[in-house]
């Protein structure tokens, strides 16, 4: 991984480390020696192509969600919030406008559904982007 | 808006180049690190895009508590941890075998003397390759990428003090290994 240019002065250091350290205890020496071995120990190399190999799964993983399926997911939710407005704005309307809340006369079960209904679409929308992804990967 | 923010403002904005200067910025650490945890270098690889795969798609939740490349080797070594409990692959080992080795060591063997430097690094490699996953790790973030301790401690997720525990106890037993190998040579 290093260039030759990296080894030649690593080298160079090591040689003026151990004049400079020629006293030193055997003990001090054997532990330089093993900061050297961790150091130039072999290592496998990393393939030339990697980078472009990662840019090319990060493009197919972007694709992978279509423009179709970005825009369908807002579309749902329009079509959700509309319909829920029209199935209980009336009854909602109507029980506001009586200006005494009446708690129990709310359409709970109508908002319920709604919210479910949100809800599933929006867990289902993310299950799809994640399989897309785990797919493209 | 120093080096780090500003590479991440530009993938984020989906500037082009942007994402492969990242990559090119960061793929030695994670190469490196991935490959002292797992040692084969095509699950190596495969580990490493997972990682960049995984930054492209959390970027935008790096909350700048530490450095881009700690928080990236954070990602890497938990890719790389999940890939030896699949395998079932101990990061470190069950049961303690370094106080042994602490024992033998001695402290007047002159290495130096007895073995010569490319034989010397062939040894040292032969002797990480049997160190377990985490302090053959710990010691590449530590010498090879030259990260400091708090750093390897932040990508590992381990108390500094096990960090310095580790490191020392890795190096302890190359130096027992070596020492035995200058025993044979000399």
Redesign the interface.
Known sequence: ?NTPWQDHEARLQDQALASANADE???V???R????????????A??TD??A???A??GI?EEAVSPAERRMVPMLFATLGIGGGLTAGPQLLGVLGQFAFDFAGLPWLQAAAVLTAIATAAAIDRTLVRNH?SQA? | MNDDQTLIADVINRQPGA??RL??RH??LV??LI??MVKN?AD??EL???T??MV??KLAQFRAESSLSTWIGQIAFSLATRFLQRKRIPLVEPHDVDDDVLERIS??????GSIA?AE??????AA?EKLPAIQRTL??LF??QEQTVEDAALITGLPIGTVKSYLFRA?AR??AA??AHAGVAA
């Open positions: 991984m205890p055997a003990s020496t054997m532990y020696h093993i900061y050297a071995g961790v150091r130039w120990a072999p290592m496998p990393l393939a990697f980078s190999r990662v840019l799964r990060v993983a992804r990967a | 994402f492969a990559v090119q793929q030695r190469w490196h490959v002292r270098p190596a690889d490493a895009q997972e960049f795969l492209h798609r402290d007047d063997c002159d290495l130096a430097d010397l690094f062939g040894h040292v490699a990480m010691l590449t010498h090879l190096r190359l130096r070596l020492e």
